[in-house]
Antibody, heavy 121, light 109 residues
């Protein structure tokens, strides 16, 4: 059973860069044919997909965040990462990492527990 | 970009059937997936590809997709089913193909 766990600072100052890492375990290799994604949820609001990366390194980004987002993959550590630059209070949210099937109509079948990141000075 | 529309809330008495809808254009050509999210927890996939259930999801959860509307049906609703429910599709024409609906709060009366 694949397990995903988010890690990183829970508090980021405005204008700085939010950096999170998702560690994949439980027998699933990040080099397998899946998409690895980041989804966030502002307090009291719905789910927003930030972007995803395929095991080959190709990426999809939310157009509204594209200029500030980088998702990368580290196969040696079985991890993938999110960087979101120039953050504001509007980026305060619970950030989830998740694994998506790649074939057919992809969906996120496995999720991390989520991590609250607060943007404040 | 592709838009999915869900009602903000649905209420149902225990033991009854809850139906949560998700609307979008040309739905017939897309597979719809459904997630359950309880307070303070990560979303959990409850239905994928319109009407398939992951292992461990009760048979009380089922889905359908016809025309421009997909429906998540929860039979014999229990108090533990109270949660937010999100639909999602893969829209290959979108820059970010995973598209989520706005979510529906299911209240068990």
């Amino acid at each position: 059973q694949v397990q995903l766990k988010e890690s990183g600072p829970g508090l980021v100052k405005p204008s700085e860069t939010l950096s999170l890492t998702c560690t994949v375990s439980g027998g699933s290799s990040i080099s397998s044919a899946y998409y690895w994604g980041w989804i966030r949820q502002p307090p009291g609001k719905g789910l927003e997909c930030i972007g995803s990366i395929y095991f080959s390194g190709s990426t999809f980004y939310n157009p509204s965040l594209k200029s500030r987002v980088t998702i990368s993959i580290d196969m040696s550590k079985n991890q993938f990462s999110l960087k979101l630059s120039s953050v504001t209070a509007a980026d305060t949210a619970v950030y989830y990492c998740a694994r998506s099937e790649a074939a057919g109509s992809p969906y996120f079948g496995s999720w991390g527990h989520g991590m609250l990141v607060t943007v404040a000075s | 970009s592709y838009v999915l529309t869900q009602p903000p809330s649905v209420s149902v008495a225990p033991g009854q059937t809850a139906r949560i809808t998700c609307g979008g254009n040309n739905f017939g050509s897309k597979s719809v997936h459904w997630y359950q999210q309880k307070p303070g927890q990560a979303p959990v996939l409850v239905v994928y590809d319109d009407n398939d259930r992951p292992s461990g999801i009760p048979e009380r959860f089922s889905g359908s997709n016809s025309g421009n509307t997909a429906t998540l049906t929860i039979s014999r609703v229990e108090a533990g089913d109270e949660a937010d429910y999100y639909c999602q599709v893969w829209d290959s024409s979108s820059d970010l193909p995973w598209v989520f609906g706005g979510g529906t709060k299911l209240t068990v009366l």
